[in-house]
């Protein structure tokens, strides 16, 4: 049996109760925050080729290389650098505790140009990531290459400049592989924590004879990073020709009304401004820049061609599609340009703040996109649509990691005390058939009264649930909730995340067949938990813009998560060209 022919024995009944997601062992409730936050493990154990080594010639130039490096050893015992952050600093010198504090750009000539070349490259590149090209120490660096341009430069000179060097390729791999924001500082409810220890080695071990290779491997091996970078490139294009045209506001259009020539001008405008190309018919591909729409016959008609690329666009915005032009429509298509770059540049942001490895099989968890996506060896193996957490009353879904250990076939759903408090006890009361209908029953947890509803077609659990232990008692669930997996925007959970595939989403965790997994949910038997054959890593993210169907598409910031990251990251969105040229600069140095 395929994957998708997989259907539940389940009533028609589609009961309202929220969907909770778990702890481990015990049910616990959804959302509810513990102290401790997990490590991820950022890299990947495959750098395994030999620990570069450096040039060791007896002189440096006129100089005793034995003095150089003593030179090197007295400033790493100082201060950071003028333009070196006490982070980057650190990892400077545990760059150099690993090479005993040897020069790492110098050879008997002075200065190892080439590879020098090839930092300031990788630093120009930095653009390209959306990365602040002003985060970076250019102008002491630019002193520090200048100094060796002297007829006799001294130990400390030498010094200096290998030093500067160091804390700059220092600098670019940390913006690489961690970004340049902490995302704690900006409420971005992100629990995925950085090791360091693992960031240093990459640092070590990226330092070899293939520079560029090394300095480029840092990047994220996401496919979604490499999609948002073309997409960069894109938006700036776009951004550099000016603000795109606004819409004028006014009544809701339905296919069919009539409306101002001018407001109808400024949305066909608007729309071709984005890439949606109007005056053909012809479908899109996965190379174009939009959805191709006829050209409507009248100017003053909200014609059935216009309202179709209303509705692609409110399918790539996160809005309802209806193809009307309403409100939520009219803000989105008004919202500024450079702050769509702004999302894009965010959203690398956050990839930069995942693990850089995420593993051979993981499960990806898209919230604003109400995405799930399993991927096996960089491939997608499955894809479904999920339901999340509301954004109201401490239910937004969090971001963080763990890993699936077990899927429960046919759970129980303990009702949390808070929502047995607030939403079951007074159904209750006001409905004393309600206990029964909805298969309830009370239970004793610690001597303390609880409600739980039994296994069945109408658990708000569903058939199966997926537990990946953490410290937030949350995780994959069924639901018999079906039809709200037909909304376009799916945030209805108590933080939970609901899956609209679950049964295909067990054989894959599994490997069972399609039968195997039926009958597991069709048995007699209850409350049966089955340990997946090895642990497959879950990364719950919050992205706003993402691909999808080969498009650029921007969520719904269900968390009013974007508007400070947007901000933080703007002068790496939009580099100035003053910013540019002095990392040009440096190239005339080396």
């Known amino acids: 049996m395929h994957m ?28 509810t925050k513990g102290a401790a936050i997990r490590h991820a493990l950022r890299f990947r154990h495959r750098r395994t080729a030999p620990v570069w080594t450096p040039a060791t010639p007896a002189n440096v130039k006129h100089l005793p290389a034995d003095e150089v490096k003593a030179a090197i050893a007295t400033r790493l015992q100082g201060n950071a650098p003028a333009g070196v952050t006490d982070n980057v600093w650190k990892h400077t010198k545990a760059l150099y505790k690993s090479y005993n504090d040897a020069p790492l750009w110098l050879t008997s000539d002075g200065l190892a140009k080439d590879r020098a070349r090839v930092l300031v490259d990788a630093m120009l590149s930095l653009s390209d990531d959306a990365l602040k090209l002003d985060a ?21 000179q030498f010094a200096t400049a290998d030093v500067l060097l160091s804390a700059t390729y220092a600098n ?71 603000d795109w045209p606004r819409v004028p506001e006014g009544k809701t259009l339905h296919v069919g009304q009539s409306d101002s020539p001018q407001r109808l001008t400024a949305l066909r405008a608007r729309l071709e401004a984005e890439g949606f ?24 008609v909200y014609d059935a061609t216009l309202a179709e690329a209303v509705g692609e666009y409110q399918a790539r915005h996160a809005i309802g599609v209806d193809k009307n032009l309403g409100p939520e429509t009219v803000n989105s298509l008004n919202v500024p340009a450079a702050y769509r770059l702004g999302q894009i540049a965010a959203n690398l942001e956050r990839e930069r703040w995942l693990p850089h490895w995420l593993g051979s099989r993981y499960i990806y968890v898209n919230v604003p996109a109400f995405q799930l996506t399993a991927y096996d060896t960089g491939e997608k193996s499955l894809e479904m649509r999920v339901i999340v957490g509301q954004e109201f009353e401490d239910k937004a879904t969090p971001v963080f990691s763990d890993s699936l250990t077990t899927v429960v076939f046919r759970p129980y759903w303990n009702i949390t005390p808070d929502i047995q408090r607030k939403e079951i006890e007074p159904k209750i009361a006001a409905d004393p058939t309600y206990f029964d209908r909805e298969n309830l029953e009370y239970y004793s947890d610690g001597g303390t009264r609880r409600i739980r509803q039994k296994p069945g ?21 069924d639901t018999p909730s079906r039809e709200l997996f037909d909304k376009d925007v799916r945030a209805f959970s108590h933080g939970c995340i609901r899956v609209q ?8 965790v599994l490997g069972w067949s399609a039968e195997q997994v039926q009958s597991a949910m069709d048995s007699d038997k209850d409350n049966v938990s089955v340990k997946v054959p090895e642990k ?36 790496g969105a939009l580099p100035s060209s003053e910013a540019r040229r002095n990392v040009e600069a440096l190239r005339k140095l080396v």
């Open 4 to 31: 998708s022919s997989i259907s539940h024995s389940r009533q028609s009944h589609a009961v309202r109760l929220v969907a909770v997601l778990l702890a481990v062992a015990v049910l616990g409730a959804c959302g």
């Open 501 to 508: 595939k679950p049964g295909e989403l067990a054989q894959w």
């Open 536 to 571: 497959i890593p879950v990364y719950i993210m919050y992205g706003t813009a993402f691909m999808k169907g080969g498009l650029l598409s921007f969520g719904n910031d269900l968390y009013h998560r974007d508007d400070a990251l947007v901000k933080a990251v703007a002068s």
């Open 277 to 300: 190309t109007l005056g053909t018919s012809a479908p899109p591909t996965s190379t174009d820049t939009g959805r191709r729409v006829a050209m409507s016959p009248s100017r003053s």
């Open 457 to 477: 077609p109408k658990n708000s659990l569903g058939f199966a649930k997926f537990l990946f232990p953490n410290d937030f008692n949350i995780y994959l669930h």
């Open 136 to 156: 970076l120490p250019v102008r002491p660096l630019s002193e520090a290459l200048s100094a060796l341009n002297s007829a006799s430069p001294t130990a400390e």
């Open 172 to 242: 670019v791999g940390l913006d690489l592989l961690t970004g340049q924001v902490n995302p704690k500082s900006l409420g971005q409810a992100w629990h995925i924590n950085p090791a360091d220890d693992d960031v240093d080695s990459a640092l070590v071990h990226s330092l070899g004879d293939t520079l560029s290779r090394g300095i480029a491997e840092m990047r994220p091996t996401d496919p979604v990073y490499a999609q948002l970078q073309k997409e960069l490139a894109r938006y700036r294009a776009l951004v550099a020709k000016g």
